[in-house]
């Protein structure tokens, strides 16, 4: 029933159905509810009121620049830190209160933290040991959840002895073996080269599907996320900014800052009209598929098209349009991409447009060429000035200041 | 597939240097300060001590002769006026270490993972304070403290623990509480450095796998903070075992330690052949004992290391 309500739920109606009235009965095993979980560290609200229900099987990322609280959110759910307030239910068990060894989740540190005094085996072997399980049944799992990270050969090697994306797989493969209902990742691949985290990216996926079991995955990287969630949690200052899937957080971004968060967005400014799907700018008029909530008539908004709606084509005559969503400009940059060929069209007040276009039915245009971009209603969101101001002043504080590198590996 | 990997970032070969051949030095030479101290100020020492103690003291005014060579020393130095002496040093040795041992495990565990990390250097500097008096000043201090008509007897006697004055001073128990209050910070500056390195995330792995509180401290606290509980042991027990100022000051007849016994036939009846057979007998003693504890200590963890130990052996 709750599912049902989440899939409907509008997007940015910051995650979670109220579910006060479900009982700890009805969560099946693998599912994540936290309601109105905060968490203060001194005066600072790291994690604000967040509400979240992870269905049993999915993947769902924590995506947010460093210091949104992601990883707070996830250590609360490991059991290292507890809610300053807020309920949280791991298959339907309240587990606040309870220390990280008698919860059933498990967890894949973001250095690894493999036991440098033991050999693969042995890491891989010890939440088995733990729990007192028979020798003879220990050799046959160990084996088993080496053989599923294929690392199998290299099992009385010491951790030391392996490389990041090694390591990597065991870490894995020792959070795997206690059979957790859910499994927490806490930015796992950030310490690995690109082609490497591209193919544990799709590893982690399949892995995932096969093995049935929820997946909570903390990342900065959007690719990742949108690589490999079911749905993301796009998170800000402590609180859900949007959950949603991929696609809809691609193509219905709630809020400015997730439009500008997650992809490339061109913000055009100008004044609402009377008709709040339709915005007036210096260069002419915007329309766009629907209103943001936020809009009034006559306030100063921005409207946020993605490079790729963008066409451009070489101006005809020099007719000014007064069609909406028409931008006359000038070619001022052309940069291959690959698949995708990119112009920048400088449309006058310093403003510039970012076009991207497959590279087979790209026009073929130079620098100077004077264009026409034009792109679809549907492609375009409007947004509060402000909202989008500050979005846009976070998104670069987030991208000057990358996570930092976790204190584990330093000596 | 590795090979080729390995093939592709194969470090480039070493350019040639251009300083002339003759200006070369091995790389042992930057060892060569401190082989040569070494050499000059320990192993020379030391080999003449052993070589002393092979002779003997000539006449009244003589320190030592080494015309004739003999074990005689050895067994004087072990006959029973003087073996009570070694057992006693044995004692104070064994007790002081295990006592700083008992206190300062849990207070380095405290310091490294419990204590608020703003305060760490206060902490650290209050371990420290002791350590930048002089050694013979603190143990004076001691003297004081502990004597008959002393604070602590004054105190216990007025709480009515005791009724008459206390009798500890000059006695082992005197200088064991002197060892251990000489040499407790030594133990715990290494100890602490030893677990701040177990790094949180190691820790809270161990946890979020099922490992309960004393179950991490055994399998992954301890194993990762042993060199440096190890260095704390010995940088503790050695000096103690020779220590003769602690024991001279506070320990009195009851209470002589073997680096008293050496300093004394050094210094008052000059005999060098006889102290130094004491020295050599220190020495053995102390690298015996050290011996045993480590063969104690690995067999101790047997059982532990058994549970663990988990070899699958396929090179497939």
Redesign the interface.
Known sequence: MTESAQNTAPAGSAAGGSSAEMTGASEPEGSVVLEGVTKKFGGAIAVDNISLNVRPGEFLSLLGPSGCGKTTTLRMLAGFEEPTSGSIRISGQDVVGIPPHKRNVNTVFQAYALFPHMSVAENVAYGLRQKGTPKSEIRERVTESLDLVQMRSFADRKPTQLSGGQQQRIALARALINRPAVLLLDEPLGALDRQLREEMQIELKLLQSRLGITFIFVTHDQGEALSMSDRIAIMRKGRIEQLDDADSIYDSPASAYVAGFIGQQNFIAGTMTNDLSVMESPFGIINASGPHEDLAAGMDAQAAVRPEAVAVALATGDSTSTAANQIRGEVIGVSHQGETLQFLVSIGNDQTLLSRVPRPNAPRLAVGDSVLCTWDTASVHLFPSDQASQAQADIARAVSNPAPPTSSISL | MTTTVEGRTAPPRKAPSKRPRWLKLPSFALAIPAWAWLFAFFVAPVALVVWFSFGYKPGIFGTHANDVLSFDRYAEALSPTFFTTFQNTLWVGVVGTLICLAISIPFAYWLAFKAPIARRGILLAMVMIPFWTNFLVRTIGWQIILAPSGILSEALQSIGMLNEPLEILYTRTAVLIGVVYNYLPLMILPMFVAFD?V????R?????????RW?TFM??TL??AKPGIVVGILLVYIPLMGDYITATVLGGAKGNMAGQMVANQFQTAQNWALGSAMAVVLVLTILTTVGIAALVAWLAAWPLRA??????????
């Open positions: 390195r790094s949180l995330p190691m809270e792995a161990s946890k979020d796998l099922g490992a309960g179950s399998n992954v194993p990762l549970n663990q130990r988990l070899v699958l052996g396929d090179k497939s």
